[in-house]
């Protein structure tokens, strides 16, 4: 079973790893709010919610992360501020975060698997697959167990971390 879960996790990173240049520039579009007045304010949507956290208040914390628990506050943002939205899936508060948020003509990244119902990814400017859109590894019975949303979101966010430790090192040396 080892072998299997490490197979299809490989899986998982080489596509993930395959959207190097948009992580990139959501990195890029984040580190706005942080390398200026800003902040980057983070919703997270479902059980990718115990990863929160640790965005905003670990060693390895974005910089000038908080968190937005609520939709109504988004009419308080400034300008300045970025929005990233996880989730492991479309739902219905995701969509409801990605309107509301246009509506306000706000700046936001999405990490979330394809919005395979309606497509709402392709319409995103930046958006960041996720890549696990159901369990991976095979059981006796038949059936598949473990759907790594948690290790796939740790890793996404160590590439963006690092990109965005780059960029604070390049302004520092200005």
């Keep these: 079973m080892l072998k299997i879960f490490n197979t299809q996790l490989n899986g998982i990173f080489s596509k993930i790893d395959a959207q190097e240049e948009e992580i990139e520039i959501a990195s890029q579009l984040l580190m706005q709010a942080a390398g200026g007045q800003g902040n980057i304010l983070i919703h997270v949507c479902g059980e990718t919610k115990y990863f929160s956290t640790y965005m905003t208040d670990s060693e390895e914390k ?81 059936s598949k167990i473990i759907t790594p949303h ?10 963006m971390y690092a990109e965005m430790y780059e960029i604070t090192q390049d302004l520092e040396e200005l």
């Design 150 to 159: 948690i290790m796939a979101l740790n890793y996404i966010y160590y590439i």
């Design 62 to 142: 974005l910089p000038n992360a908080k968190l937005i628990e609520s939709i109504d506050e988004i009419s308080k943002i400034d300008t300045t501020d970025r929005v990233l939205l996880i989730s492991p899936f479309f739902t219905d508060e995701l969509l409801s975060w990605i309107e509301k948020l246009n509506e306000h003509d706000i700046d936001f990244v999405v990490i979330s698997n394809k919005d395979k119902e309606h497509k709402t990814h392709e319409s995103l400017m930046h958006f960041i697959d996720l890549s696990t859109p159901r369990s991976i590894v095979p059981t006796a019975d038949f």
